[in-house]
């Protein structure tokens, strides 16, 4: 059974502060991975992909390591508007069929 | 930027009746998708479509569901006979190839509740 884990959290942070997500899967096979972001009832939306070498996108690192199939995302400087459920997903290859994680809910705070 | 609709974003049904979920993929791309979200739970993958045909499909995509390309723009899902563990919010997504190398838009989706 192929799954995506991740810690449900939820992380609570203050703003500015420094926050970092981690996942797992279980797939071997998997050849891409991303970070959704999901507010409350909304539909995901593609935050950044994530590749072998790690790649940033502003106060966004992502990084893969595929001998221990695990995969981070760090968030640097959060903002408020940074609150929302990050949800890990893998693609295993076959048409359509992205994995998702439960995610993880992040809360920022004045 | 162009965008994933769907109707109704709010859908109540009795029990064992049909609906239908519409949806208006992005106009130039080619794969099609519908996934589903209960309340708290994952984001669950149902099926892929690409040039007329189902691709793939889970195992939740049993012979209750069904989907369709009616027309040049519409992409629909059927059920044929809900049961209450189908409510969820339903979400419409396409790309347009290849996820290996394409991303993928969601619709806001529909959130169906089954009574």
């Known amino acids: 059974r192929k799954e995506v884990e991740q810690d449900p959290g939820p992380f609570n942070v203050p703003e500015g502060a420094t926050v970092a997500f981690n996942c797992t899967y279980s797939?071997?096979?998997?050849?891409?991975f991303f970070w959704y972001r999901q507010d409350c009832r909304k539909e995901p939306k593609l935050l950044m992909s994530v590749y072998s070498s790690g790649n940033e996108d502003g106060r966004f690192t992502a990084q893969l390591n595929r001998a221990s199939q695990y995969i981070s995302l760090l968030i640097r400087d959060s903002k408020l508007s940074d609150s929302a459920t990050y949800l890990c997903v893998a693609y295993g290859g076959s048409q359509g069929n992205l994995i998702f994680g439960k995610g993880t809910k992040l809360s920022v705070k004045p | 930027e162009p965008e994933v609709t769907q109707t109704p974003s709010h859908q109540v049904t009795q029990m064992g009746q049909e609906v239908i979920l519409r949806c208006v993929p992005i106009s130039n791309h080619l794969y099609f998708y519908w996934y589903r979200q209960i309340l708290g739970q994952k984001v669950e993958f149902l099926v892929s479509f690409y040039n007329n045909e189902i691709s793939e499909k889970s195992e939740i995509f049993d012979d209750q569901f069904s989907v369709e390309r009616p027309d040049g723009s519409n992409f629909t899902l059927k059920i044929r006979s809900t049961k209450l563990e189908d409510s969820a919010m339903y979400f419409c997504a396409s790309s347009e190839g290849s996820l290996t190398n394409e991303k993928l838009f969601f619709g806001s989706g529909t959130q169906l509740s089954v009574l």
């Open positions: 797939n071997s096979a998997s050849q891409s």
